[in-house]
């Protein structure tokens, strides 16, 4: 936005010009932007599949857009006018159509940091969708944790109508006190909150899900997209910055995103964008900036990220703030340990498999917790200079009842697997001594830490049936040297995972405890938050660690990876 208005610009050559930009790095942009653009070049040049590429539709949407007046901050011209990055999500989005003519994509999560114009490129898609879109009777919501929420992109989308004489008039639009309505074809353009009297019975063609990461619940997300299930071609169009919840519909959407983007998910009808940093790059650098920030120099501005930047690198609160906000980099826990930038990124192994480790040395360790939450179950194995880690995580089926802490959250990762829930309100041990017993027979299981506390009875019996249980208490001095390994092999991407949600989620739960003597300790910034996995992978890296100490030669050529 900020050129002059031109009619008869070719919205698809400045998409595709941005999209070869960026996959040719003359554009600096992440790997999330760069694996997007070269998706749509790619499809580009696909001939025999389902849809096809109509310009014509791809041009509408933007020359639309570029009749609307600016509604907030300070602009040089009167109406929007698109960067060139916008023009590469609107028109891919609105572009591609299957063989009856009706729109590819279903989804659509623009990814990306505060001031970049993301909320007025959404009120205008809104009203774009209510009366442009071809669909008799067109409900359109602006989608939001609470009312004041959803009303800013549709109060914006309000003001675009009242500007916008022509518009009106020509579509019969009325903007109303608590509606965009156009009466003739029953169509509207309404707010919606999860405070709303009621989420039920909803037919949407459209929604704009503003700042999904604020949403504590998944309720509001899953009503709309349930509800679309009557129309043609519904669009669920989820504008948002990063935040510090691991887990939740946001953190959901986004790995889905990623797996789309990677080709490690088949989905045609999702389309994405992430803007952000990579992780070797300096975020206290302009370049790191640029990345994260598309609209920099338009509505962003290098001077006053640079004054930001100053602050974030004096205090950990504003580095937590920058980062997330100004970067768009999910940092867990407002004051997270380890580098979960790192983990995602350089420890990630999409391949790793624990069948690979069939018969392999491993260390399992035990965090029990408390009987009426997450047990967590660790194997750490070596994978040639590296280690593998998997996790695997229990749960009272009463846990996922509605209204407990994180119900939906834990729901969603029973559903796909990653937890075991077991019947009533505290966790069946048997289930994990089950468990650790069928580990004994496909593994080389040397030793089982855990932490005595909840843990006794079960140490007890698994040690009349031969496995090796080893008691390592909750102490500084058990804990605070493998913690700091741990975060070293992070860093380095010399730890690797399989992507276990869950265990991710802990990991970015940690905060450290620190005492005079440097030591850490791992601690949860509140109680929702939940480090057991990350804990019982510190106990079974201590035990490592004494294990390796037994062979000098290791520890005397590198010494402990140090943070």
């Not at 003519?101 to 659509?108: H, I, T, V, Y």
């Not at 608590?178 to 353009?189: G, T």
């Not at 071609?233 to 887990?247: A, H, K």
């Not at 999409?350 to 997450?374: M, Q």
């Amino acid at each position: 936005m900020g050129k002059a208005l031109n009619a008869e610009r070719d919205y698809v050559a400045d998409a595709t010009a941005y999209a070869q930009g960026v996959v040719s790095g003359d554009i600096l942009a992440c790997r999330w932007i760069k694996t997007a653009c070269q998706r749509q070049l790619d499809d580009l040049k696909r001939h025999d599949w389902e849809y096809r590429f109509d310009a014509e539709r791809a041009w509408h949407i933007c020359y639309f857009i570029e009749q609307l007046p600016h509604i907030q901050g300070r602009w040089k011209t009167r109406n929007i006018t698109l960067e060139p990055w916008q023009c590469f999500v609107l028109t891919t989005i609105f572009g591609w159509v299957d063989e009856n003519g009706l729109r590819r994509f279903r989804k659509a999560l623009i990814d990306v940091p505060r001031k970049n114009a993301k909320t007025t490129i959404a009120a205008a898609v809104g009203l774009y969708l209510l009366a442009l879109d071809n669909e008799p009777g067109a409900q359109v919501y602006s989608a939001a944790t609470t009312r004041d929420q959803a009303k800013i992109s549709w109060d914006i989308a309000k003001r675009m109508v009242e500007r916008s004489v022509g518009f009106r008039r020509r579509y019969k639009i009325s903007p109303l006190a608590h509606s965009i309505a156009i009466e003739d074809n029953a169509a509207f353009f309404k707010p919606l909150s999860r405070d709303a009297d009621t989420l039920e019975g909803l037919n949407p063609h459209g929604a704009v899900i503003d700042e999904l990461h604020a949403h504590k619940t998944r309720e509001v997300f899953d009503v709309l997209d349930e509800g679309t299930g009557a129309r043609r071609q519904p669009l669920l169009f989820i504008i948002s910055t990063e935040g510090d919840n691991p887990v939740g519909i946001f953190a959901e959407q986004v790995a889905y995103a990623q797996q789309v983007l990677e080709g490690r998910h088949e989905d045609e009808t999702y389309f994405a964008v992430i803007y952000t940093i990579d992780p070797e790059d300096d975020w206290t650098s302009p370049e790191a900036w640029r990345k994260a920030n598309p609209n920099l120099d338009v509505s962003v501005f290098e001077k006053d990220l640079s004054v930001r930047c100053g602050q974030a690198q004096k205090n950990a609160e504003s580095q937590s703030s920058f980062l997330t906000k100004r970067l768009n980099v999910r940092v867990g826990a407002g004051n997270a340990y380890f580098n979960m930038l790192a983990w995602k990124e350089l420890c990630f192994q999409p391949t790793l498999k624990i069948e690979n480790f069939y018969k392999k040395p491993c260390i399992i360790s035990l965090d029990l917790a408390s009987k009426n939450d997450i047990a967590a179950k660790i194997s750490l194995f070596e994978s040639g200079k590296d280690w593998a880690v998997f996790g695997t995580f229990y749960l009272p089926e009463d846990a996922v009842a509605r209204g407990n802490p994180n119900y939906d959250v834990y729901r969603g990762w029973a559903d796909r697997g990653y937890l075991t829930l077991t019947p009533g309100n505290v966790i069946d041990f048997e289930f994990i001594e089950r468990d650790l017993q069928l580990d004994g027979k496909n593994f080389q299981v040397s030793e089982v830490p855990f932490d005595p506390f909840q843990a006794t009875q079960l140490a007890t019996r698994m040690m009349a049936e031969g496995v090796p249980m080893i008691e390592v208490g909750q102490t500084v001095r058990n804990l605070s040297e493998p913690m700091k390994e741990l975060g070293a092999r992070i860093l380095s991407g010399k730890i690797k995972h399989d992507g276990n949600p869950v265990l991710t989620w802990m990991i970015g739960n940690v905060i450290a405890r620190r005492d005079a003597k440097d030591n850490v300790y791992p601690r949860k910034a509140r109680e929702d938050n939940k480090i057991d996995g990350a804990t019982a992978l510190i106990m079974a890296i201590s035990r490592k660690i004494l294990v390796l100490q037994k062979k000098p030669s290791v520890y005397e050529k590198r010494g402990l990876l140090t943070l």
